[in-house]
């Protein structure tokens, strides 16, 4: 039996971005209607998709990952009546219940440190410095170290109210679905620019969460995927 839904019952839709102070200074992407980078065949990226663990030293630019984010989470629109939102990407119900952070290494005019990416506005917004990143990323994923040392590393958070607010005890079929949605489009765009990419979900999640002073009561890291620059 499926209980009743928070929607049945008349209770206010929940917000389906996380709020941010309105001072904070955020950072302009690639709008998408500038892109110069994936143009490349759609059957050549599904032929050459694969994981890619081993990455170059190079920097990535602010296109590409203009492009990675608005590919995996770019907002397209907030419905009309506010009860969800269409993206890039399909969602169960429009309910789109994650969140986009990224490390960041080396990307070329960012400092490193943790981010979060602004879907309404498509823009980024610096969250704080983490002190030797590669290294405590490396042994957050129990030492996989090739995931530490990567250009820029995607995390996404889940925050399961979005869904369970229509679908209640269904909802986390739904969100796992969503997820493996969003990771695929992940490899997809990062073929589309040669680019290589690995879904990572063996990761040390209490230490994970509290790194990105996550309040995991609404909100916790569900998976994670390294990208840079291979060698040919």
Same mark, same amino acid.
């Given at each position: 039996?499926?209980?009743?839904?928070?929607? #049945?019952?008349? %209770?206010?839709?929940?917000?389906?971005?996380?709020?941010?102070?309105?001072?904070?200074?955020?950072?302009?992407?690639?709008? /998408?209607? &500038? @892109?110069? !980078?994936?143009?490349?065949? @759609?059957?050549?990226?599904?032929?050459?998709?694969?994981?890619?663990?081993?990455?170059?030293?190079?920097?990535?630019?602010?296109?590409? !990952?203009?492009?990675?984010?608005?590919?995996? #989470?770019?907002?397209? &629109?907030?419905?009309?009546?506010?009860?969800?939102?269409?993206?890039?990407? /399909?969602?169960?119900?429009?309910?789109?219940?994650?969140?986009?952070?990224?490390?960041?290494?080396?990307?070329?005019?960012?400092?490193?440190?943790?981010?979060?990416?602004?879907?309404?506005?498509?823009?980024?917004? @610096?969250?704080?410095? !983490?002190?030797?990143?590669?290294?405590?990323?490396?042994?957050?994923?129990?030492? #996989?170290?090739?995931?530490?040392?990567?250009?820029? !590393?995607?995390?996404?958070?889940?925050?399961?109210?979005?869904?369970?607010?229509?679908?209640?005890?269904?909802?986390?079929?739904?969100?796992?679905?969503?997820?493996?949605? %969003?990771?695929?489009?992940?490899?997809?765009?990062?073929?589309?620019?040669?680019?290589?990419? %690995?879904?990572?979900?063996?990761?040390?999640?209490?230490?994970?969460?509290?790194?990105?002073?996550?309040?995991?009561?609404?909100? @916790?890291?569900?998976?994670?995927?390294?990208?840079?620059?291979?060698?040919?």
């Amino acid at each position: 039996m499926v209980p009743e839904s928070d929607e #049945q019952k008349k %209770v206010d839709f929940p917000l389906y971005q996380q709020p941010y102070p309105e001072e904070t200074l955020l950072i302009d992407l690639v709008p /998408p209607e &500038e @892109f110069k !980078i994936g143009k490349s065949p @759609f059957i050549d990226s599904v032929n050459t998709r694969k994981s890619r663990r081993k990455y170059t030293d190079e920097y990535l630019t602010l296109e590409d !990952i203009s492009f990675l984010l608005w590919c995996t #989470q770019g907002l397209k &629109e907030v419905l009309r009546s506010g009860r969800g939102v269409r993206r890039t990407v /399909p969602s169960s119900g429009a309910k789109s219940p994650f969140e986009t952070y990224l490390v960041v290494n080396r990307v070329e005019g960012l400092e490193t440190g943790l981010y979060r990416y602004i879907s309404f506005s498509h823009k980024l917004m @610096f969250v704080k410095q !983490i002190e030797n990143s590669e290294e405590k990323i490396g042994t957050l994923v129990y030492n #996989q170290k090739f995931v530490g040392k990567a250009p820029v !590393i995607f995390f996404w958070t889940a925050i399961p109210y979005r869904t369970e607010w229509r679908y209640t005890i269904l909802a986390h079929k739904f969100i796992a679905i969503d997820l493996g949605i %969003v990771c695929q489009s992940l490899y997809m765009a990062c073929e589309a620019i040669n680019l290589g990419t %690995v879904a990572i979900g063996y990761y040390e999640q209490n230490k994970l969460d509290k790194l990105f002073e996550l309040n995991t009561a609404d909100e @916790f890291v569900v998976l994670l995927a390294p990208v840079g620059k291979y060698e040919a």
